[in-house]
């Protein structure tokens, strides 16, 4: 089970030694924790408020909330898009904040993001869209394609390949959006609202398949608004308003 920290009792630091050591297995994170996060925005709104979860290896979480309430700044405070004003944001033994550059890097490699919108290239085609990245970082073309089939066939895409964007359904594009976050097998997953725009045929689909990744043994992170779907699986649930965390 997640554990929502309500106090921190002795601030632990983390040592950026930590986040270089090599003997770190790259194929898990450990655990993703927020220590006392306060995001304030610089135009002064306050999205998250003293905030501690503990989210460890393994696990499926549900982060629910109103539209406002903090949703995708807490994940954006986990891949490094934002960063905490005060508190600290540890992702594996990391501390998010001191990351810059090729750290910040390796640890964005580690972590696959799935968004409301899908942000797929509509010029190219579903294969290229998810092997897109993997080309990116280095990835020889044997093992794209070692990689490309298997991952299409877990989305229940593999005839969708030579497809582009504009003639998939909704629930299609989402699918590829998920395969170009996993087709690294990354040991954490965070999906920002990734049923928001589907119906729920299609969002079940998208739950499915994240439940899968997790039973395979990725830590997977969902935010959503949609009470009818959380309740329909049992997975721990920690509700966001105006900033403070809670668990259900
Ligand atoms: N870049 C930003 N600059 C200023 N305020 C922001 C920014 N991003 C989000 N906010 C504000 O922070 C609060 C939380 O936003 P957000 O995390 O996007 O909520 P949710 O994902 O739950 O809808 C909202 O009041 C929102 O308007
Ligand atoms: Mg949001």
Redesign the pocket.
Known sequence: MPVLTTQVKTKKSVHKEDCESQQHDRNTIAKVQLQSVTKTYTNGTHALLNANLEVKKGEFLFITGPSGSG??TLLKLLYGQELATQGEVIVDECNVADLRGDRLSLLRRRIGIVFQDYKLITQRTVAENVTFVLQAQGYTRKEIQRRLEPTLKLVGLLSKADCFPDQLSGGEQQRVSIARAIVGTPPLLLA??PTGNLDPDNSWQVIQILQKLNSFGATVIV?THDEQLVRRCNHPVVQVRNGQLSRK
Do not use: F, L
Request: net charge negative; aromatic share 0%.
């Open positions: 949703k995708s920002d609202e935010t």
